[in-house]
């Protein structure tokens, strides 16, 4: 039985892509919801929306602590 499932597992992973399951390396720009950030202080955040300053045009991104 192992002698089955083991190359089955092979032949059904080799035809996975992989890259969706890697984090990409946090940004120092906010360019949209949800995505990790490193904040001037050092720890990681995450982007949100915030209200635009006079000016700005939409969408204005902030970097916010997680915790």
């Known amino acids: 039985m192992r002698l089955i499932v083991l190359p089955m597992l092979l ?3 080799a035809g ?3 890259s969706g399951m890697t984090s990409a390396a946090p940004t120092a720009v906010c ?3 949800g995505e990790r950030c490193q ?4 720890p990681l955040g995450v982007c949100l929306d ?6 700005q045009s939409p969408p ?8």
């Open 60 to 67: 204005c991104f902030a970097c916010t602590p997680q915790h």
């Open 31 to 33: 360019g949209r919801i």
């Open 39 to 42: 904040l001037p202080e050092g």
């Open 50 to 55: 915030k209200p635009c300053a006079e000016g």
């Open 16 to 18: 996975c892509d992989l």
């Open 11 to 13: 032949l059904l992973g």
